[in-house]
Antibody, heavy 126, light 109 residues
C-alpha cells in the first residue's frame, strides 16, 4: 500500500512563497502521479493541479495558473508544490495525494485520488 | 467546468439509520466518472468509491454508490459510529480540472 508523507506546517508573510513536499513509498516512483488539493478552514476541497512524472505531464487549475508550480525530485520519490505571491486567503491545509490517471485521445486525464498525505497547514499572516 | 452540488448540507441521523447523500452535476459526467470521499475531523479525505459504484480497497459493503449522468448518490445502509463524517463527491469525467462538491456532513442526531 502506498503511503504519502508531507512536510510540516509553515507560517508565511503575505507576498512570499511556500514550497511543500510530499514523499510516497510502498510502490514504484515512476508509476506515481501526484496531485495537490487544498482546504481552507471550515471549507471544502479545491483541486490545484498535479504531475505525472513518468510522462512529464503537469496540469494546473486555472485559478492557480502562473502562481503554482508542481515538480518532482529526480529519483527521490518526492513531489513539490510551490505557491507564490501568498495572500491571507491562501491559508489552508494543503494535501498531496497519489492519483490514478488515464490516457485517452492523446492526453492524460486525472481520475480519483487514492492515497492522501496527512496535510500541511500553511498560514499566511503578517 | 462541471459544478457539483451536494445535498443536503447536513444529515442528522442515528446509528443504524440509512443515509442517502446526493450529488448533482451541472452537466452530464462523462463515463459516470464520479468518486466519493469521506473526511473525518482533523484527517485527510479517504477514497470510498470510484467510477460511481466501485468500492475502494477495504471499504465496507454498507457503502454503495449509484447514479448516472447528472445525478449520483452515496448510500450508507446502516450507519456505524465511525461513519459520522463529511462526504465529498468528485467528478473526473472532464479533467483537468477535477471538481469537488461542497460536501455533506453526516452528524449524530
Amino acid at each position: 500500500q502506498v503511503q504519502v508523507v508531507q512536510s510540516g506546517a509553515e507560517v508565511k508573510k503575505p507576498g512570499s512563497s511556500v514550497k511543500v513536499s510530499c514523499k510516497a513509498s510502498g510502490g514504484t516512483f515512476s508509476s506515481y502521479a501526484f496531485t495537490w488539493v487544498r482546504q481552507a478552514p471550515g471549507q471544502g476541497l479545491e483541486w490545484m493541479g498535479g504531475i505525472i512524472p513518468r510522462f512529464a505531464t503537469t496540469n494546473y487549475a486555472q485559478k492557480f495558473q502562473g502562481r503554482v508550480t508542481i515538480t518532482t525530485g529526480e529519483y527521490t520519490g518526492t513531489a513539490y508544490m510551490e505557491l507564490r505571491s501568498l495572500r491571507s486567503e491562501d491559508t489552508a491545509v494543503y494535501y498531496c495525494a497519489s492519483a490514478t490517471y488515464y490516457y485517452a485521445s492523446g492526453s492524460y486525464y486525472w481520475a480519483h485520488f487514492d492515497y492522501w498525505g496527512q496535510g500541511t497547514l500553511v498560514t499566511v499572516s503578517s | 467546468e462541471i459544478v457539483l452540488t451536494q445535498s443536503p448540507g447536513t444529515l442528522s441521523l442515528s446509528p443504524g439509520d440509512r443515509a442517502t447523500l446526493s450529488c448533482r452535476a451541472s452537466q452530464s459526467v462523462p463515463y459516470n466518472y464520479l468518486a466519493w470521499y469521506q473526511q473525518k475531523p482533523g484527517q485527510a479525505p479517504r477514497l470510498l468509491i470510484s467510477g460511481t459504484s466501485n468500492r475502494a480497497a477495504g471499504i465496507p459493503d454498507r457503502f454503495r454508490g449509484g447514479g448516472s449522468g447528472t445525478d449520483f448518490t452515496l448510500t450508507i445502509s446502516r450507519l456505524e459510529p465511525e461513519d459520522f463524517a463529511v462526504y465529498y463527491c468528485q467528478q473526473y469525467g472532464t479533467s483537468p480540472p477535477v471538481t469537488f462538491g461542497g460536501g455533506t456532513k453526516v452528524e449524530i442526531k
